[in-house]
T-cell receptor, first 116, second 114 residues
C-alpha cells in the first residue's frame, strides 16, 4: 500500500519555466490537497479538491493551477515559476466530505522545488 | 476562514521533562483537531487527534486537551525522549462538512536534550 505518492522529489527551475507536480493516492480517498511549506510559515493550503470533478482555492493559490484528473490523481502546475515559489510542496489526501470519523489527512513525501 | 495560532515557536527541554504546546482557533464551528509530527526532511504524520465532543485524549506519553469555550487546545508530551525532537503542528477543521480541509498552525520546533 503506497499511500500518497508525488513526483518529482527534487526539481530546480529557472524563473519563467513551467512544471507540473504529480500526485496519486491509492486509498480510494475523495479529497486531495496541495500544501506548501516554508520556514516559519507552517503548512499553507494552495488548492484542494473535495471530490472528483471539483477544485477550490486555498490560502495561497496565486501562481498555481490544479487538475483533478480522476479520483486517484491531483496535479499542481506552475505556469511561470518565480523565486517566491521556492518551497517544499506536499500532496495529501483524506476520505473527505461527510466523514465525521476516520478522516485523517495523509501526506506524500514532499517535493523540494527551487526556482533560480 | 479559520485561523490557528500556535505557541511557542521553539521549545527546548531536558530528556525526561514534559513539553506543552498550545494552539488557539478562531472558527467556533471547527470540531476536529489533529496534531502532526514532522521529523527533519520527512512528511508530517498524525500522532493524535481530538474531536469537539471530547475534552481530553491520551495515547501513552502523549495527551491532548480541548477547551471549546476558550477555543484552545494543547499537546502534552510527558517523559520526553530525544526521538521526540521534531516540528509539531496543530490543526483545526470542520469534519463532516461539504469541504473538508485542515488549517495548520505555524509549528513548534521541539528539541529534547539528552
Amino acid at each position: 500500500n503506497a499511500g500518497v505518492t508525488q513526483t518529482p522529489k527534487f526539481q530546480v527551475l529557472k524563473t519563467g519555466q513551467s512544471m507540473t507536480l504529480q500526485c496519486a493516492q491509492d486509498m480510494n480517498h475523495n479529497s486531495m490537497y496541495w500544501y506548501r511549506q516554508d520556514p516559519g510559515m507552517g503548512l499553507r493550503l494552495i488548492y484542494y479538491s473535495a471530490s472528483e470533478g471539483t477544485t477550490d482555492k486555498g490560502e495561497v493559490p496565486n501562481g498555481y493551477n490544479v487538475s483533478r484528473l480522476n479520483k486517484r490523481e491531483f496535479s499542481l502546475r506552475l505556469e511561470s515559476a518565480a523565486p517566491s515559489q521556492t518551497s517544499v510542496y506536499f500532496c495529501a489526501s483524506a476520505r473527505g466530505q461527510g466523514y465525521v470519523s476516520g478522516n485523517t489527512i495523509y501526506f506524500g513525501e514532499g517535493s523540494w522545488l527551487t526556482v533560480v | 476562514g479559520e485561523n490557528v495560532e500556535q505557541h511557542p515557536s521553539t521549545l527546548s527541554v531536558q530528556e525526561g521533562d514534559s513539553a506543552v504546546i498550545k494552539c488557539t482557533y478562531s472558527d467556533s464551528a471547527s470540531n476536529y483537531f489533529p496534531w502532526y509530527k514532522q521529523e527533519l526532511g520527512k512528511r508530517p504524520q498524525l500522532i493524535i487527534d481530538i474531536r469537539s465532543n471530547v475534552g481530553e485524549k491520551k495515547d501513552q506519553r502523549i495527551a491532548v486537551t480541548l477547551n471549546k469555550t476558550a477555543k484552545h487546545f494543547s499537546l502534552h508530551i510527558t517523559e520526553t525522549q530525544p526521538e521526540d525532537s521534531a516540528v509539531y503542528f496543530c490543526a483545526a477543521s470542520i469534519s463532516g462538512g461539504s469541504n473538508y480541509k485542515l488549517t495548520f498552525g505555524k509549528g513548534t520546533l521541539l528539541t529534547v536534550n539528552p
